[in-house]
């Protein structure tokens, strides 16, 4: 792990930033050196929120590559909004497409601004920079699997944008 980043001094091993083996987005950094990992992690990736992703799969990941390079997949998602859950599709180029377009079929509309994702130990920390309703808000998802990491930092960006427009 690492603890020195554009700050100029060691970030204190409790830290947040402590836990990342690479540059935290700019935006992020101080609160990263400053709080502590549990809080950095409530802040920018809220467990609880109305949106929930249940299952997750490429329905046809085994299907070969174009001759033209890589095609749109086709994705399904299990997504709860509130009390209503249901299974969603999209085809798109890759996974946080796929799942913004699903969102934007369920009313919500989080246009990925900024995309960041680093190795944290045996994890990979993603950060997004969402906007929707005219606000923008950054969010965080963590993970073993790089692919989760990216899905849970954009559902934390939508939760955090419906939670600060309530």
């Known amino acids: 792990m690492n603890a020195r980043f554009a700050t100029g001094y060691l ?19 101080e609160e ?25 799969s490429c329905t046809d990941a085994d299907r070969p590559s174009g001759r033209l390079g890589p095609q749109a997949r086709n994705y399904e998602a299990t997504l ?10 999209a085809a798109a180029c890759g996974p946080v497409a796929a799942l913004t377009e699903m969102l934007h079929a369920r009313g919500v509309a989080v246009e990925m601004t900024a995309f960041h994702q680093v190795p944290a130990g045996d994890n990979t920390a993603t950060f997004v920079c969402g906007s929707g309703r005219g606000r923008t808000e ?21 939760n955090r944008l419906l939670a600060e427009a309530g």
Do not use: N
């Not at 998802?141 to 930092?153: C, I, K, M």
């Open 80 to 89: 709860a909004l509130g009390d209503r859950i249901g299974t969603s599709r």
């Open 11 to 29: 970030a204190t091993p409790q830290c947040f930033a402590a836990h990342v083996d690479g540059p935290i987005p700019r935006a992020l950094r």
């Open 138 to 158: 950054w969010a965080m998802g963590w993970s073993h699997d790089p692919v989760e990491s990216s899905l849970r930092a954009v559902i934390a960006c939508a």
């Open 32 to 56: 990263a050196d400053m709080k502590p990992f549990d809080q950095f992690v409530d802040d920018y990736a809220p467990a609880s929120g109305p949106l929930r992703l249940g299952q997750w």
